[in-house]
């Protein structure tokens, strides 16, 4: 009797997921377990949980897969605690495990516990798949761990290849009989938002988007700060794995050919190449991305003052602007591009911060929080990343005259300045090199 064991992460849908469709072809019973990451929190010392919009968008998350696993007469399993490795072991020893599957993940958290399980159960096979990304190793004309500092020369040796076409929903075997070890999902009703979660949702979400106009205007459309179809929103989605990188690409493809491809279409292709980047440049830096030098030698001269983090994170600073972004972050767990440069380069260049807890404050609150794409672009903007300009400093005021003239997102938003960012004297702090 071969039994299977999928640990759904990042890659939170049936189709087009080749782990688990290998998986399922080559056991008996299947046991579908989501791989809650409250714990890698703490393991980076940061905050210690999600934000309530966050938390939502994750229940409605896993309710859609678990709706797609009943179809299947299969279920969704949650781990009892956070002690996972521990869980698990326990699980591979009373359903006698075979066989163990995921997506990779480019989290060097997230990788530990698949590396310590093929330490612990070197007799079991382990099935992995790169998915959640456009490239596996073998199809990027590059090797991954040759990836380039910066941007430009990836997406240069890279646009021009065809990605894989997406493959179809997997079909699942049973699951065993009885469980003991393991939670049921159970999802929690009484709160929602609404951004299309799981799936079915994302599925739409797509059509819907390519059935409008927006994709043949993104390129001039993309920097706002607010608005409908100003960029694609399909960052949530792609987050949780409701849907793949591919399913995209073959999409804005077909749209192409039908409406006819420009600048804007490119563009999307050319976003989609950022996040690819990101997700390979975590792959190579590993604990470096959580670095305060991060890729770098070089240190910033920034540092931890409780008092401005504290203005910071509530949106009480002194502009207006930013006060706003971080009222809709808060509220929402969604942001712009724009917004999200805007309060980083802000966090660190006005406020002098430690890019660090900017960019775990972000994880905290963002539904659309990515490991690899977070914290690439927050060391970007600190100037210890992929830019090969040495970090970016955003003049709030231009920012505010070019994207918010009226003042209608910080209307919006609430973004009253507050006059003074310290009570306290901080001249002379963080030292200067003399
Ligand atoms: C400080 C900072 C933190 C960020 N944190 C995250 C994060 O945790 N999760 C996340 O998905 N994105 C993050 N981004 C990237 C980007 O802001 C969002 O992907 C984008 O705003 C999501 O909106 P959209 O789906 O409408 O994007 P679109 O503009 O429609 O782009 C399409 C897709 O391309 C990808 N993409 C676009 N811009 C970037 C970028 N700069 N880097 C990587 N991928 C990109 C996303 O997957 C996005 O869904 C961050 C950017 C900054 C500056």
Redesign the pocket.
Known sequence: MKVGLYLFENDCRLSDNPALTTLASQVDTLICIYLPTVNLWTARKAQCSPSFAAECYRNQTLNALHQSLVSQQQKLYLLRDTAQLKALTEIIHTQQVTHIGRTVHPGFDEQKLWLKLQDNFPHIQYISAYSNTLFEPNSLPISASELPPSFTPFRKAVEEVEPNSPIATAQLPPKPNRIPELAEFKANSSYSIKVAAGEAQAQQQLQQYFQTDAALTYKET?NALFGEHF?????PI??YGAISPRQIKQALTQFEQQRGANESTYW?WF??L??EY?HWYALKHQHRLFCFSGVKTKTPKTSFYPERFLKWCQGRTPSALVNAIMHELTKTGWI??RA??IA?SYCVNELQLDWRCGAAF?EQH?I???VA??WG??QY?AGVGADPRGGRHFNITKQQALFDPDGEYIKLWQGEATPQLDSQDHVGWPLEDN
């Open positions: 993309r960029s694609t929103r399909f960052s792609l987050a999307i976003e989609l950022w996040r990101f712009s591009n999200r440069q980083a972000f963002l659309d929080y990515d794409a977070n672009n927050w903007i």
